[in-house]
Nanobody
Framework: QVQLVESGGGLVQAGGSLRLSCAAS????????TGWFRQAPGKEREFVAT????????YYADSVKGRFTVSRDNAKNTVYLQMTSLKPEDTAVYYC?????????????????WGQGTQVTVSS
């Protein structure tokens, strides 16, 4: 049974940093592409970042480009989202999700497995 568990969320002041982790059981991250999405209250879930299977190519939403970095540690079977220069508008529940398809995908329907999410709150 596949399970994804996010951690590392919390409350941080604007300009601060957080590192989110997505740990997996039942699958090996190196054979899956992984995406990070977020959903703020009253808004639709939106794409944040992704890292492809195999080569580990990355892609970011314009709103986080240059501030967020997605990476993968195959030995720990964990994917990370390093977030820096955080802004109040980054406040949301952050989700990781995986897909067996190879490539860069920003659409949530491509992803098969989802974690429960972790809350990130950025105060001004």
């Amino acid at each position: 049974q596949v399970q994804l568990v996010e951690s590392g969320g919390g409350l941080v002041q604007a300009g601060g940093s957080l590192r989110l982790s997505c740990a997996a059981s039942g699958l090996t991250f190196s054979t899956y592409g992984t995406g990070w999405f977020r959903q703020a209250p009253g808004k639709e879930r939106e794409f944040v970042a992704t890292i492809s299977r195999r080569l580990g190519n990355t892609y970011y939403a314009d709103s986080v480009k240059g501030r967020f970095t997605v990476s993968r540690d195959n030995a720990k079977n964990t994917v990370y989202l390093q977030m820096t220069s955080l802004k109040p508008e980054d406040t949301a529940v952050y989700y990781c999700a995986t897909t067996l398809q190879n490539g860069i995908f920003t659409t949530s329907r491509i992803y098969d497995y989802w974690g429960q999410g972790t809350q990130v709150t950025v105060s001004s």
